[in-house]
């Protein structure tokens, strides 16, 4: 959910929708937003990036719609996922299947890894990554930087379990751009950065690009690794193609590709780049700092529900068509 504008978000409208006010059909952000006007009563996800389809989900109620800086920003209570998060008319996560989601990004890269000590989150103002790195008891600090403060406030109110990871004292939220944070950076100071960006269109089409991967590249240590969010191998093969030849141009260490299913997400899949830098071997299919769920047992944070090693090594292996091209943008 990234964005990158450097503007701080300040006096953004909000408003959160009392008992009695519309339940969905009408009352949807951009004058009808996505509430479909041919099934009243239901979201549709509809997008240039996936034209010719839509995921639709029922709405039970809207319980908040505003406009920040930066996007429209809605939230509504699903008949079948629990609350949902819409940003500029797109699912960002469901209380249902966001574990999903939130867990690959985090662990594939720290499980991959030795003692990660400090990482950085580029977005992810919901607070879902921040949850899933507080569960490495090696971490000391966690910067996260968010361009949307709305997003962060929303997430707090309306998703409390998932925004939870907010309240680790190792955690430090710098409301502004990602980009500039990035390059900011003094040159290999984070074991890890975990990119939870939006799609590439408009401003995000940055977090994309070469310059950006360079920039990650600099702020991690000799073996660090970066994790960012890459698009579906059913829709954007040909995003994933100039994702992963950037990444091989400047990532000196592994480069690999890994997805996940995520219901809610368009055609049910999402996908992640994996990285790292010149250094200490990472063998990112084989994971070597396993989460030990006893750790875990007498904090507050909830047990794993989708992650595990298993699934970690399982994540690495794709089908024959993403197979042939990824590979060979891989190959030195």
Not at 42 to 61: D, R
């Given at each position: 959910?990234?964005?990158?504008?450097?503007?701080?978000?300040?006096?953004?409208?909000?408003?959160?929708?009392?008992?009695?006010?519309?339940?969905?059909?009408?009352?949807?952000?951009?004058?009808?937003?996505?509430?479909?006007?041919?099934?009243?009563?239901?979201?549709?996800?509809?997008?240039?990036?996936?034209?010719?389809?839509?995921?639709?989900?029922?709405?039970?109620?809207?319980?908040?719609?505003?406009?920040?800086?930066?996007?429209?920003?809605?939230v509504f209570q699903s008949a079948t996922y629990g609350k949902v998060l819409v940003l500029d008319?797109?699912?960002?996560?469901?209380?249902?299947?966001?574990?999903?989601?939130?867990?690959?990004?985090?662990?594939?890269?720290?499980?991959?890894?030795?003692?990660?000590?400090?990482?950085?989150?580029?977005?992810?103002?919901?607070?879902?990554?921040?949850?899933?790195?507080?569960?490495?008891?090696?971490?000391?600090?966690?910067?996260?930087?968010?361009?949307?403060?709305?997003?962060?406030?929303?997430?707090?109110?309306?998703?409390?379990?998932v925004a939870v990871g907010y309240e680790d004292p190792r955690v430090t939220l710098h409301v502004?751009?990602?980009?500039?944070?990035?390059?900011?950076?003094?040159?290999?100071?984070?074991?890890?950065?975990?990119?939870?960006?939006?799609?590439?269109?408009?401003?995000?089409?940055?977090?994309?690009?070469?310059?950006?991967?360079?920039?990650?590249?600099?702020?991690?240590?000799?073996?660090?690794?970066?994790?960012?969010?890459?698009?579906?191998?059913?829709?954007?093969?040909?995003?994933?193609?100039?994702?992963?030849?950037?990444?091989?141009?400047?990532?000196?260490?592994?480069?690999?590709?890994?997805?996940?299913?995520?219901?809610?997400?368009?055609?049910?899949?999402i996908g992640f780049m994996v990285c790292s830098t010149e250094g200490p071997e990472v063998d990112?299919?084989?994971?070597?700092?396993?989460?030990?769920?006893?750790?875990?047992?007498?904090?507050?944070?909830?047990?794993?529900?989708?992650?595990?090693?298993?699934?970690?090594?399982?994540?690495?292996?794709?089908?024959?068509?993403?197979?042939?091209?990824?590979?060979?943008?891989?190959?030195?």
């Amino acid at each position: 959910m990234a964005e990158h504008t450097v503007t701080a978000v300040t006096g953004s409208p909000m408003k959160k929708l009392k008992d009695g006010d519309d339940n969905g059909a009408a009352a949807a952000v951009n004058g009808g937003g996505n509430i479909s006007s041919v099934i009243p009563g239901w979201f549709s996800e509809i997008s240039p990036m996936w034209p010719g389809e839509a995921h639709s989900l029922k709405v039970e109620k809207i319980l908040f719609q505003g406009k920040s800086d930066y996007q429209d920003v809605m939230v509504f209570q699903s008949a079948t996922y629990g609350k949902v998060l819409v940003l500029d008319g797109v699912i960002q996560l469901t209380e249902r299947d966001e574990c999903a989601y939130q867990e690959m990004i985090t662990h594939l890269p720290l499980c991959s890894i030795r003692n990660p000590k400090k990482v950085l989150v580029i977005g992810g103002g919901d607070g879902g990554v921040l949850r899933e790195v507080a569960r490495h008891s090696s971490v000391e600090h966690i910067d996260i930087c968010e361009i949307d403060k709305m997003v962060v406030d929303v997430s707090k109110e309306y998703f409390p379990d998932v925004a939870v990871g907010y309240e680790d004292p190792r955690v430090t939220l710098h409301v502004g751009d990602g980009v500039a944070f990035l390059k900011a950076a003094q040159e290999g100071s984070y074991d890890a950065v975990i990119v939870d960006s939006s799609d590439p269109i408009g401003p995000a089409q940055e977090l994309f690009e070469k310059p950006f991967f360079e920039s990650v590249a600099k702020a991690l240590r000799p073996g660090g690794v970066m994790c960012t969010q890459a698009e579906s191998i059913w829709l954007h093969m040909h995003i994933i193609e100039d994702i992963v030849a950037n990444c091989r141009q400047i990532f000196k260490g592994s480069v690999n590709y890994a997805w996940t299913t995520v219901p809610t997400y368009p055609s049910g899949v999402i996908g992640f780049m994996v990285c790292s830098t010149e250094g200490p071997e990472v063998d990112f299919k084989n994971p070597i700092n396993p989460i030990d769920e006893k750790e875990n047992q007498n904090t507050s944070t909830p047990p794993l529900k989708f992650y595990n090693r298993e699934i970690h090594a399982a994540a690495f292996c794709l089908p024959s068509f993403a197979k042939k091209v990824i590979e060979s943008k891989t190959k030195n």
